[in-house]
């Protein structure tokens, strides 16, 4: 039996990145105060799997798939972490040190020399697409590890066809599908490359369809978990598709409050030209690095390396149907796979050269490095990503304004004057202020058991209302859907706006929204909680 030795490279790698990472961490959470809506969502979730009123699993919702919300379970557990939601963000950055210690891996098992490999890798950390999100607390970052862990598990079963590395392809298209949903068509371009390869080879049919299977069993089985649970918590196996805060609803709102992507949902030719031309301007070294590929693999006569073409395809093909069915590509973080993407593709094309070209390898890492201005630029243009906008303007030492300064009023104002389950709201939209007050045992939230029923009838249950000042008819929030008239009026007769801070509007209920009472509300609330 051969005895493994700890890999102490890696492990100085992953230990560099990290720190730079958790420098990052720093920089976004402290100095610059950057929270991403979608993160403090998530955060926020785990949060209440443990300190909500009512504390349970179910609390993660099926709106975020759970990989990154479940991650972040222990790490909430160290009271430190709660402080701004710290476990996500101290998760993102764990998560991209594994990522780019995987390419420093795949590029060792290739035979670069360790000059070449450290090139390399610094030229993945710096650029600021994957600095920031390998800081934000966003769930990219964890798709981008799945996907690097899935190529190196593929490039070493190519060479060895043992059943550990075919089952390291399969769990990590299964995590990835636990954090992104366009995981499932680059878990097909790899189970179509375990088929061509065994095929090629002239293997039995025997060993195909047993690959095929060691392969694809565990993806399906995690596919299918997720439906039974989704069907047995929330009743429905599509719940998180089409239930009430899923991106099946939000997307045509989206749609209605955007009359320039009306035009994308009906023109395929449109939406391809859109998605590449994206793509281009964010990192230009995924294009390039595809022709460079196709150079290589005409030149060599090789259909395994061309085959690795149907990863950008994968790529291109979820952001098509996203465009046309799904959740439209509104954020620049929606084209963050094309950073990973190019990268691989240069790699496998200057590893594709034999003898290994040295000049391959410049050449490869001088096009990945010319792109970082791209991608700075990118985020510079980015009006549907303000965060990337954001961050990058901050990094260049302009100033930038408070973001957030609204909402942490908003949650100030809670805090000092709302006692225990005083504030009715739903963090669909209000989520950023329940994050910053970080005290969810002052609201009445969706995953209370009496929600619904505070909700219909407020007077007397909770003192105070929070609201959005939007077109309600373009938000799913249930409060917005209930009262619309609380999104565009300070007084409703059975409530008073007692505080407005863009684009929160903060309501103390004085009466039954269907009948004034005689009854004065401070007579009808319940009392607080000890010690609330």
Known sequence: MTRRHWDWEATV?????????????????????????????????????FFSTEPKLSNMGFVWLPLPTLLQLPLILIPPLRTYGLAGNVLTALVGAGAATILYALMRHYGFPRWQRILWLGVWVLNPMVWLYSANAMSEIIAIFCLLLGWYHWDRWVSTEDTFNLVGMSLAMAMWFLTRYESLLFAGALLV???????????????????????????????ALWLVVNWAIMGHPLYFAMGSYSPGTE????????????????????????????????YPGAGLGAAFLIIVAVWRRSWALAGYLLFPLAFLASAVYNDLFGFPLLSLRYFILVI?????????????????????????AAVLA????????????????????YAINALLGRPVPDLWANDRLMARYILEHAGYREVLA?????????????????????????????LQA?????????????????????????????????D?????????AYPFRLYEVLGDPYRLPETPPSQLLKPSAPGG
Not at 255 to 279: E, F, H, K
Not at 345 to 360: D, I, M, S, Y
Not at 468 to 488: F, M, V
């Open 13 to 49: 790698v992953y230990g560099v990145c990290l720190a730079l990472n958790l420098m990052g961490v720093w920089y976004v959470v402290f100095h610059i105060r950057l929270f991403q809506i979608d993160a403090i969502a998530r955060t926020l979730n785990a949060w209440m799997v």
């Open 193 to 223: 490359l375990i088929a061509l390869h065994l095929w090629r080879k002239g293997a039995p049919w025997g060993q195909v369809w047993s690959s095929a299977l060691l392969y694809g069993v565990p993806v399906a089985g995690t596919v």
């Open 251 to 282: 997307a045509p709102l989206l749609v209605a409050g955007d009359p320039a992507l009306v035009p994308l949902r009906s023109n395929v030719l449109a939406v391809i030209r859109t998605i590449m031309v994206r793509s281009w301007k964010l």
């Open 340 to 364: 990973p993407l190019g990268a691989l593709l240069w790699v496998e094309g200057v590893r594709g050269l034999k003898p290994r070209n040295t000049w391959a390898a410049l050449l490869g």
């Open 370 to 389: 010319g792109s970082i201005p791209f991608t700075a630029q990118a985020m510079l243009e980015s009006q549907k990503g303000i965060e990337e906008n």
């Open 426 to 454: 739903d963090p669909r939209e209000g989520s950023n202020v329940i994050f910053f007050a970080g005290r969810l045992d002052r609201f009445v939230l969706p995953a209370d058991s009496d929600f619904k029923r505070i």
């Open 458 to 490: 407020p007077y007397g249950q909770v003192r105070y209302i929070l609201a959005i000042e939007k077109n309600p008819e373009l938000l799913l929030d249930q409060i917005a859907e209930t009262y619309p008239e609380l999104s565009y009026q300070d």
């Open 492 to 500: 409703v007769g059975w409530a008073r706006l007692v505080l407005r």
